[in-house]
């Protein structure tokens, strides 16, 4: 675990994307989209900065190492909530698989969050809500990447 754990994350990519449409928990509707993505370094490669653009929205995402507490924290941006910064989700990796929690309101209630990221040449990040303290965990967002 270092500050190159999202090394395999830079450049320009394919994004399918499969969500459930609907605040999870409340709906089953699945819709699947496309998107691009391009992530790039910054601060000297201790941090890294994605922008993600599908057809009516556009997402911004922040990584930033902290060397030591030996974790990332993940904060979240959207075009759908405009000035609004989601709160940091915290983890690390291990052995290619990085997993990251954080809390968050979504649609009135509080949940926690979970993302979890497949490194490689072709990366899985997911998206789990826990609306009971982290005792069960639905998934709601799964992007596969594929590089361009």
Not at 94 to 104: I, K, Q
Not at 139 to 145: E, P
Request: proline content about 5%.
């Amino acid at each position: 675990m270092s500050e190159h754990d999202f090394d395999f994350f830079h450049g320009h990519w394919h994004v399918a994307n499969r969500k459930i449409a609907d605040i999870p928990g409340r709906g089953t509707e699945w819709v699947e989209f496309d998107a691009t993505s391009e992530c790039r370094p910054v601060l000297g490669g201790g941090a890294n900065v994605d922008n993600l653009r599908a057809a009516d929205w556009e997402g911004m995402t922040l990584r930033q190492y902290d060397p030591e507490q030996q974790v990332w924290r993940i904060w979240w941006a959207s075009s759908r909530a405009p000035g609004h910064l989601d709160p940091p989700l915290e983890g690390r990796f291990t052995d290619g698989h990085g997993v990251f929690f954080g809390d968050d309101v979504v649609g009135g209630h509080e949940v926690k969050l979970r993302f979890d990221w497949t490194a490689g040449d072709e990366p899985v990040w997911q998206q789990q809500f826990s609306y009971d303290g982290g005792e069960t965990w639905e998934t709601n967002w799964v992007m596969r990447f594929t590089r361009v």
